[in-house]
């Protein structure tokens, strides 16, 4: 069992940055693949990047390429999202999500979910 919880969530101006954490719980946090997926209201849950279990391999969404970083630190149990040169439509909630397999490309099936941080990016 993993929990998962999300930081760093915000208000913040066009061009601006954020960077969001995720936290996990367990000891086996480097056993899975980590990712990060973005909501907006009826709208389906958007897969944005993801990294493998030792950060070997990194996925990214086309929108989000040259503008956001994935990185983790399996001693910390943590992953980050650092998010730069945000536009309007980076504006939904961020989720963090771990997965048991998960191989760098853009299929990631998420075995479990934090709770979610807005970011809103305002023009």
């Known amino acids: 069992q993993v929990q998962l919880v999300e930081s760093g969530g915000g208000l913040v101006q066009a061009g601006g940055s954020l960077r969001l954490s995720c936290a996990a719980s367990g000891r086996t946090f480097s056993s899975y693949g980590m990712g990060w997926f973005r909501q907006t209201p009826g709208r389906k849950r958007e897969f944005v990047t993801g990294?493998?279990?030792?950060?070997?391999?990194?996925y990214y969404t086309d929108s989000v390429k040259g503008r956001f970083t994935i990185s983790r630190d399996n001693a910390k149990n943590t992953v980050w999202l650092q998010m730069n040169s945000l536009k309007p439509e980076d504006t939904a909630v961020y989720y963090c999500?771990?997965?048991?397999?998960?191989?760098?490309?853009?299929?990631?099936?998420?075995?479990?979910w934090g709770q979610g941080t807005q970011v809103t990016v305002s023009s």
């Open positions: 990294i493998t279990r030792t950060g070997s391999f990194i």
């Open positions: 999500a771990a997965a048991t397999y998960y191989s760098g490309t853009s299929y990631f099936k998420s075995n479990y």
